[in-house]
């Protein structure tokens, strides 16, 4: 009934049972501008082969999920204009009527599930809102942890949301949220969020086999692994927090809800800082994706 579409390397990594990493690709479609988002993401697909896996980047095209696209299908979804983002509830309308989208976290989590792999990575997550209180805007992504059994890697959460409120829900929720080789939960463009991380892991086996004893002892959901930005590439706090603050500001004059919401926040940022944010960025999501292809290969290994 769900067309899956494996990309060639991925077709050949499930026969060889070795290593894949999931990718997103809302942050191709709307959490970067083109022409740069292309090179990133294959740069990031380059970086989990080098380590030793398979990237499988998510989408939806003409109402098929792709599990890995081609490199010219990353560079059509790269350029095309007005993808759709999807979410939890937006992935099976799309494929049911033949669509084509940008998956977000969320929707990546359950593409990988479904096409059983368990590691994915990201740059940040999306969480609790600023303001929450009153907007409501709370991502689908944390429920989606609570539920899919899938390990995300992130940088954290960026300065756009409630770091605070988004680590309570994530702890309402059951979700691990483990810090790699630091005890503080980090901030995406900061390593440091002023909040400690629930747990800490030093080494992607650990991780790998807490995702395995958790599935084994019947728990449902997926584990937030909190990998810090490389200190080299960190931006001071100092210099995003006006720049986040006018962006969330413009976000309430324009009137922006719902699914908009951190497309407009993310757009505003990268137009108001002057490539470094985007830099960072790059650094950060390479990051992840080498931490994430090591988790994967601890799993295949401790897997069997
Ligand atoms: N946060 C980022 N970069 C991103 C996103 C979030 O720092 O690219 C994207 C991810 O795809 C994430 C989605 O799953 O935004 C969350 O959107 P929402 O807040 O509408 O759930
Ligand atoms: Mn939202």
Redesign the pocket.
Known sequence: MIDLSLSKEVRAAKAAKSPIVAL????IT???PYPRNVEVARQVEADIRETGATPATMAVLEGRLHVGLEPEQLTALAQANQVA?L?RADLAACLATGGTG???????MIAAHHAQIPVFA??????V?QGAESSF?????LQELAQTPVTVV??G??A??DIAKTLEVLETLGVPVIAYGQDAFPA?WSARSGHKAPLRMDEPAAIARAHLVRRALGVPGGQLVANPIPTDAEIPVETLSPIIASAQADAARHRIT??????FL?QRIYEQTDGHSLTA?IALVRNNARLAARIAQAMTNTAG
Do not use: Q, R, Y
């Not at 940008?102 to 990546?108: E, G, I, P, Q, Y």
């Not at 990201?122 to 969480?127: A, S």
């Open positions: 997103e690709s809302t942050i709307h959490g970067m983002k979410s940008a998956t977000t976290v969320a929707a990546t990201t740059g940040g997550i999306g969480g809102h805007d709370i991502s689908a992504d992130a940088a959460a960026k756009i949301l995406f719902g699914k908009d919401v951190t497309p993310l960025n």
